[in-house]
Nanobody, 121 residues
Framework: QVQLVESGGGLVQAGGSLRLSCAAP??????MGWFRQAPGKEREFVAA????????SYADSVKGRFTISRDNAKNTVYLQMNSLKPDDTAVYYC????????????????WGQGTQVTVSS
């Protein structure tokens, strides 16, 4: 069983910033990704990063505002979210285990429990 533990969600005003963290099991070399799900909507891709950090992908809706990174010494992946908008409000999920930093939910076999991000206008 692979456990992913997210942290860093919260309430922030529009234009503000938050940083999400996801702790992955030690001694793994997973591709890691972030997805989000707003009420009444399907889970959608946000960003993904290869184990080396050399391959990164973003959803168009967050390009230029969000940055994904990882610290393999700490087995942790981060999502720095700047210039937040009310439309960014969602539960954010950490995912792991894809073959490449893909954008599809079914590419990732392992998921965290999610952390709520709420952006007020």
């Amino acid at each position: 069983q692979v456990q992913l533990v997210e942290s860093g969600g919260g309430l922030v005003q529009a234009g503000g910033s938050l940083r999400l963290s996801c702790a992955a099991p030690a001694r793994t070399r997973y591709v890691m990704g972030w997805f989000r799900q707003a009420p009444g909507k399907e889970r959608e891709f946000v960003a993904a990063i290869s184990w080396s950090g050399g391959i990164i992908s973003y959803a168009d809706s967050v390009k230029g505002r969000f940055t994904i990174s990882r610290d393999n010494a700490k087995n942790t992946v981060y999502l720095q979210m700047n210039s937040l908008k009310p439309d960014d409000t969602a539960v954010y999920y950490c995912a792991a285990g894809a073959f490449l930093p893909g954008t599809q939910v079914n590419e990732y076999p392992y998921w965290g429990q999610g952390t709520q991000v709420t952006v007020s206008s």
